[in-house]
């Protein structure tokens, strides 16, 4: 599933520019991608603007200069890696309250737990991608480095 979401940031300038679920699942498969990846990958792009679009309201009203607690069980299910990296790009000013929540949730999606900093980078990557989020080159630097999927295609 990961190597498609790099494939579709690497292919895709916006997500505008990506064709509706079922041309795009015919597009994926003609590259080489597995069925059971693809019908992975457009779920999880499916609960990605399922939680953007219930988000909507937090990104509305601002929380200032709010901080997370993260619970026990997102320390379980996401690790100490992947939270640290997300109070990094929170710290960094590239992730509101709405798209830190949306990064979160989407991080409990996957599969993997604890998750790796590979991966959450690529879910962060793909939620600002989402939201066509201006990112400092610096912090987009840090998003790709390091980013075994980057370096199968």
């Known amino acids: 599933m990961f190597d498609i979401l790099v494939y579709l940031f690497e292919t ?15 597009k994926l498969a003609a590259v080489g991608f597995e069925h059971e990846d693809i019908n992975d990958a457009l779920g999880w792009l499916h609960g990605l603007a399922q939680t953007t679009e219930e988000c909507g309201q937090l990104a509305k009203n601002p929380q200032g200069d709010s901080r997370r607690v993260f619970t026990d069980h997102e ?13 990094f790009l929170e710290n960094s000013g590239v992730l509101p309250t709405a798209l830190r929540e949306i990064l979160i949730e ?6 993997e737990s604890p998750i790796s ?12 991608w989402s939201q066509e989020a201006e990112v400092d080159h610096l912090v987009f630097e840090e998003l790709l480095a390091d980013d075994p999927a980057r370096l199968s295609h």
């Open 12 to 26: 895709y300038y916006t997500p505008q520019a990506c064709p509706e679920a079922d041309v795009l699942a015919h």
């Open 75 to 87: 320390y379980q299910t996401m690790g100490t890696e992947a939270i640290g990296f997300i109070t």
């Open 117 to 128: 900093l590979e991966k959450i980078k690529i879910i962060a990557l793909m939620v600002l």
């Open 106 to 111: 989407r991080a409990q999606a996957t599969t």
